[in-house]
């Protein structure tokens, strides 16, 4: 069953403060995966995309890390912000093509405090 | 670029009633739109898949006949909430896949739907 699990499922931190998120998975066959910052009461905005090839992808205070071997990611926060608090969420594509499944994360929901 | 917005951003109505919320691709042509729901606490759950010009895909569980899906042109797609119940209440996400990309998907800002 294609399924993707994060953890933790809250998370509360002292603003300048880093943090990991995680994400496992188990998508087959694995196309790419995703990770999405959602603001409450506002739709995903993408944050990385990551192939099967790629291992580390950084946007700006943002990096995250694959590994297809144990299906596992991480999205690492450096030096946090007020405005990082969000829901962040992984999204794993299934499928030849990306036009297979989607599988949506159940989120971290991530304070971040003065 | 890839803006995606949703009309409206927020709908209180009755019970029995009809609702529609307009998803609009501003600046690119999306050949599939896709609509979700979340509930609070929870994340996206995929509705339905649209592609411009042909009937929606539904996902297992969702009445078609409840929610009506019309993907009238590469820019615009409608999801009526036919007869709501407050059990309807939800936040109601659409997304756009631009013409030409198999892997991306840009998001609509949802719409807060709230039958009293």
């Known amino acids: 069953k294609n399924q993707v699990e994060q953890s933790p499922q809250s998370l509360i931190i002292l603003e300048g403060k880093n943090c990991t998120l995680q994400?496992?998975?188990?998508?087959?066959?694995?196309?790419?995966l995703r990770w999405y910052k959602q603001d409450t009461g506002r739709g995903p905005v993408s944050l990385t995309i990551?192939?099967?090839?790629?291992n580390t992808k950084s946007n700006g205070r943002y990096t995250a890390t694959l590994d297809a071997d144990t299906k596992q990611s991480s999205l690492h926060i450096t030096a946090s912000q007020l405005s990082d608090s969000a829901s962040y969420i992984c999204?794993?594509?299934?499928?030849?093509?990306?036009?297979?499944?989607?599988?949506f994360g159940p989120g971290t929901s991530l304070s971040v405090i003065p | 670029g890839a803006v995606v917005s949703q009309h409206p951003s927020r709908v209180i109505c009755k019970s029995g009633t009809s609702v529609k919320i307009e998803c609009r691709s501003l600046d690119f042509q999306a050949t599939t739109m896709f609509w979700y729901r979340q509930f609070p606490k929870q994340s996206l759950m995929l509705m339905a898949t649209?592609?411009?010009?042909?009937?929606?895909?539904?996902e297992q569980g969702v009445e078609k006949d409840k929610f009506l899906i019309n993907h009238a042109s590469l820019t615009l797609s409608t999801l009526t909430v036919t007869s709501a119940h407050p059990e309807d209440s939800s936040f109601y996400i659409c997304?756009?896949?631009?013409?030409?990309?198999?892997?991306?998907?840009?998001f609509g800002p949802g719409t807060r739907l709230t039958v009293l």
């Open positions: 997304s756009a896949r631009p013409r030409g990309h198999t892997d991306t998907q840009y």
């Open positions: 990551m192939t099967f090839s790629e």
């Open positions: 999204v794993v594509s299934a499928g030849k093509t990306s036009y297979d499944k989607v599988i």
């Open positions: 994400c496992n998975y188990t998508v087959s066959p694995f196309s790419n």
């Open positions: 649209s592609n411009e010009g042909s009937k929606a895909t539904y």
